[in-house]
């Protein structure tokens, strides 16, 4: 049973002790002479019982000694009660029409009502103490989204759903995760380790090899042709006749349509000075 269940009938079982006790003092009262402290004092023991079943049912144990005293203290109440309320229910069955062995059969059927409920008030209310002082089972968190690893040996892995909302991948990220990946030592070639991240020959490299030709005459012909070096000579005729045509054009101008760079084009120029006014000399 579950703990708001357990409170439920503990209800029940505290309304039918009181219903037993309501019983055993209307009897004592019944009883008693007619005035108000005589009624008073009969009706005392049943009340009594009720609040001393009250407490031990709400007050937790601490000590093993004080629970066995109180568990005394509280059958000595419940008998005392119980002797009263019997005798004073036998009286008032009898005077009230009640014959035969039934004035004594009918105050055993209140007592045994009441003793019945208090022990069960009792046992409840330890089960639920027990129920509440349990730790409370943690929630568990929703069920994270498995990334299912399909990693392939020499391949970087693809980035999680998860990952993806760290943020961007960084280049130095990158670089990290390829140097983690292990390298494979493929044949040496010409003295030199193949890393495993090698580019094969592409569609097109193949298909020339096909026909006969071999990757370094494919990767010569895809090569651009490089420029011929002029020398300085040269690169100063070049520049008058450009100067000629174009009289106000800056340095950086001349350099870039000479095909070199500003400072190598001032030092060429810084060196022809140099050398004329040497011979001038």
Known sequence: MVLPQLRRVRWAVRATLVLGVAASVVANILHALDNPISQAIAAWPPLALLLTVELISRVPVHR???????????????????????????????????????????????????????????????????????????????????????????????????????????????????????????????GAEVSAFAPTLTRQSRVTATAGTTTKDAEKATKPATRTRRTPAETLEAAAKIKAATPDITDADLAARLGISVSHWRTIRRRAEQEDLRLAA
């Not at 008032?92 to 007592?111: F, I, K, N």
């Not at 103490?129 to 690893?149: K, S």
């Not at 759903?161 to 943020?167: M, S």
Request: one cysteine or more; proline letters at 9%.
């Open 64 to 190: 093993r000694s004080l629970a066995f005293a109180r568990l005394v203290a509280t059958a000595t109440i419940a008998g005392i009660a119980a002797w009263v309320s019997y005798w004073h229910m036998v009286g008032v069955a009898a005077r009230y029409g009640e014959t035969g062995a039934s004035p004594y059969l009918l105050p055993l059927s209140v007592d045994g009502l009441i003793v019945v409920a208090s022990i069960c008030l009792v046992e409840l209310a330890g089960r639920i103490t027990a129920l509440e002082n349990q730790p409370a089972a943690a929630t568990p968190e929703p069920a994270a989204v498995a990334h299912e690893d399909r990693t392939v040996p020499g391949l970087i892995p693809v980035p999680s759903a998860t990952d993806a909302r760290r943020g961007p991948t960084t280049t130095a990220a990158l670089a990290e995760v390829a140097a983690a990946l292990p390298r494979k030592s493929l044949p040496k070639t010409r």
